[in-house]
C-alpha cells in the first residue's frame, strides 16, 4: 500500500474509462506505464477481497506498456484507442505466457503455445494483457470460483465470467474479455454494475477459447461503458476462417452512432417471458430505466412470443450435449479432476438422446422464426428486459441441487444467435447493482451499444464505483454509531 | 411420462460405457427428470416440414 496521495493518483487513473485512458494515452498526457503501473496497484490492493485474477501478468504487462510508449511516441505508431490500455482475459481463451486453467484441475498447469484470435487482435491494437480473470469450471460447470462480488464480498459475482466482471468493476482492468454461452457475460455484467455484450453468433471468433457448446458460445466484450464496449468490438469483431462458425459479413465502425441518440427507435417487453417472478426492487430500477428511455424517445411495444417456452428445454439440450460431447475423453480419464457438481452435468448430458438433439436443434429454427417475426410485425429494433430476476445472492458455499430447474432466460440470445447486453440501471437490496438487457436484430450490435450509450448519457450509474460506495457506508455507520 | 430412477440411470450410464459414481446418481437423477420436464413442448412441436439446424457444407474451402 502507498502513501494517500499514490493511493488518490492510482484511484484517478483506475477510474478513467477505456475512451478516457485512450484519449490521455493519445494526447501524450498519460503513458502506458504509469496506467498499467495503476492497475497493477489496484490488483494488489483488490485481490485479497474480490480474487478476480487466476494469474497476474505484471511482467509481461508492463514490458507490454513500456514497448507500446515507445511506439506511441513514435510518429505513426499509435494503432487504436485500446493502445497501452491494460485489459483481462477470461481464464478460458488461450493466451501465451501465462496457464489456461479454464477453473479446472483438469487443465491444471497447461500453459498454451499460441493466442486465442481474439487475444492476438487485442495485442495488435496494441492492449495491455494484464492477466487471465477466474471462470465457473470450463463456464460450465457449478464448481464456486474464489471470485467475489465487488460491490459486496458476502455476495456472488455471477458467471460464468466472474473474473473478468469483477475486474471491471472494481477497476483493476479498464476492460475484459468474457464468454457467453448462456449469460455468461451478461450475468456477471449486471451483477456488477458494468457493461456486458454478448455479440451476434458468427461475430467475434471462438478460436483458441476452451470450447463449451459450438452453437452456444460466444466471445465479448465487458467494460464500464457501451462506448468502451463499441471500442473493444472494433478491434476483436471479424471475420476468422480457423472458427467455423465466423460469418464473414462486413464489420462496421461500432462507434459511429454512439450519439445518435434513441429517438424513434422500438424495442419490445414481453413481460409474460421476461418480467414474470423478477424481484419487485430490481423489477422498479428496470421499469425507470425503461421510463428513462421513453422519455429519450423510445417507442415500448408490449408483445408475447409464445415459442419463448422453448428455451428451457432447447437450451438444456444443446449445452448440455454439446459439453458432455466436448468433454467425453477427459471425464472418463480424469473425473476426479472435476468439481462435483461439474462431473454431475456432463454425467447427465452423456445419457441424452440423439434424436432429442435432433428436434432441439430444429425447434431452433422454429424460435429464430418467431423472433424474427415478432420483430418484424412491431418494427422492433430490439427487446429489452431485466438482466436477472434478482440482485446478485449471498454466497452461501453451496449451489443449488436442482441443476436444471430454473430457466436460463438470457439464452434465448445464444439459442437464436442474436446480439445481447447489459447496461447498469442501478441499485436495489441494500446496494447491490442491478442491469436491463437490450436484445438486438442479428449483426446489429451498433443499435443495441446506441441504445446503452444514450442511456448512460443521462445517467450516472456506470460512474459509481464499489470503493465509494464502501466509503458512503463506513460513513454512515459512523454517523448511526456517533 | 416415465418417472427416471436412480436404477435407470444406471442402465443408461452402461450402455453410454460410462462409469456414474454412487454419489452422483441422485444428481443425474433429478437433472434427467427436470430435463424431461422442460423438453416437453419441445417435444409437443410438429417439426415436419423444418431442416435440422446441422447443416453440412461440401464445399471444400476450409
Known amino acids: 500500500m502507498g502513501t494517500v496521495s499514490e493511493v488518490d493518483a492510482v484511484n484517478e487513473l483506475t477510474e478513467l474509462t477505456i475512451r478516457e485512458a485512450g484519449d490521455l494515452i493519445a494526447a501524450g498526457k498519460v503513458s502506458s506505464v504509469e496506467l498499467t503501473s495503476a492497475i497493477l496497484s489496484q490488483i494488489d490492493r483488490t485481490e485479497a477481497a474480490v480474487f478476480a485474477y487466476a494469474s497476474v501478468m505484471g511482467e509481461q504487462a508492463m514490458e507490454g506498456a513500456r514497448r507500446a510508449d515507445r511506439e506511441i511516441a513514435a510518429r505513426g505508431g499509435w494503432r487504436s484507442p485500446l493502445h497501452g490500455i491494460p485489459v483481462g482475459i477470461k481464464d478460458i481463451i488461450y493466451a501465451t505466457g501465462a496457464p489456461t486453467e479454464a477453473g479446472s484441475d483438469v487443465l491444471k498447469g497447461f500453459i498454451p503455445e499460441w493466442d486465442a484470435t481474439v487475444v492476438r487482435r487485442l495485442k495488435e491494437a496494441g492492449a495491455i494483457i494484464v492477466g487471465k480473470t477466474h471462470t465457473i469450471e470450463f463456464a460450465y460447470g457449478q464448481s464456486i470460483p474464489p471470485t467475489r462480488n465487488a460491490w459486496n464480498t458476502a455476495h456472488a459475482p455471477g458467471g460464468s465470467s466472474s473474473g473478468s466482471g469483477s475486474a471491471v468493476a472494481v477497476r483493476s482492468a479498464y476492460g475484459a474479455i468474457g464468454t457467453d454461452g448462456g449469460g455468461s457475460i451478461r450475468n456477471p455484467a449486471g451483477f456488477q454494475g458494468i457493461v456486458g455484450l454478448k455479440p451476434t453468433c458468427g461475430r467475434v471468433s471462438r478460436y483458441g477459447v476452451i470450447p463449451m457448446s459450438a452453437s452456444l458460445d460466444h466471445v465479448g466484450p465487458m467494460a464500464r461503458t457501451a462506448e468502451d464496449c463499441a471500442l473493444m468490438m472494433n478491434v476483436i469483431a471479424g471475420y476468422d476462417s480457423c472458427d467455423q462458425q465466423s460469418i464473414d459479413v462486413p464489420v462496421p465502425d461500432y462507434t459511429a452512432d454512439l450519439d445518435h441518440g434513441v429517438d424513434g427507435l422500438r424495442l419490445g417487453l414481453d413481460r409474460d417471458y421476461f418480467y414474470d417472478a423478477v424481484n419487485p426492487e430490481y423489477l422498479s430500477r428496470v421499469e425507470a430505466a425503461i421510463a428513462e428511455l421513453e422519455n429519450l424517445g423510445v417507442t415500448f411495444v408490449e408483445v408475447h412470443i409464445k415459442e419463448l417456452e422453448l428455451v428451457h428445454g432447447i437450451f438444456l439440450n444443446v449445452i448440455a450435449t454439446d459439453t458432455s460431447a466436448y468433454h467425453r475423453r477427459l471425464l472418463r480419464a480424469k473425473p476426479e479432476g472435476y468439481y462435483p457438481r461439474t462431473r454431475v452435468m456432463l454425467e447427465f448430458g452423456e445419457l441424452l438422446f440423439g434424436t432429442d438433439y435432433l428436434i432441439a436443434q430444429r425447434a431452433r429454427h422454429v424460435l429464430r422464426t418467431a423472433v424474427k417475426d415478432t420483430f418484424t410485425k412491431h418494427r422492433l429494433d430490439g427487446l429489452i428486459a431485466p438482466s436477472a430476476m434478482n440482485t446478485a445472492v449471498a454466497m452461501s458455499g453451496e449451489v443449488s441441487a436442482d441443476l436444471f430447474a430454473q430457466p436460463i432466460r438470457q439464452s434465448l440470445a445464444n439459442i437464436v444467435g442474436l446480439p445481447a447486453m447489459s447496461v447498469p440501471c442501478g441499485f436495489a437490496n441494500a446496494g447491490l447493482p442491478t442491469g436491463f438487457e437490450v436484445y438486438g436484430r442479428p449483426f446489429d450490435e451498433t443499435t443495441v451499444l446506441r441504445i446503452g450509450a444514450a442511456y448512460q448519457k443521462v445517467t450516472e450509474w456506470h460512474r459509481a464505483s464499489p470503493a465509494q460506495a464502501r466509503q458512503a457506508e463506513a460513513s454512515a455507520r459512523q454517523a448511526t454509531a456517533s | ?62
Do not use: C, G, N
Open chain 2, 1 to 62: 411420462m416415465v418417472e427416471i430412477t436412480v436404477d435407470i440411470v444406471l442402465q443408461m450410464a452402461k450402455a453410454a460405457d460410462l462409469v456414474i459414481p454412487e454419489e452422483d446418481l441422485e444428481e443425474v437423477r433429478s437433472a434427467l427428470s427436470d430435463y424431461r420436464i422442460a423438453f416437453q413442448p419441445v417435444e409437443a412441436l410438429d417439426l415436419t416440414d423444418v431442416d435440422p439446424a446441422l447443416i453440412m457444407d461440401p464445399r471444400w474451402v476450409r
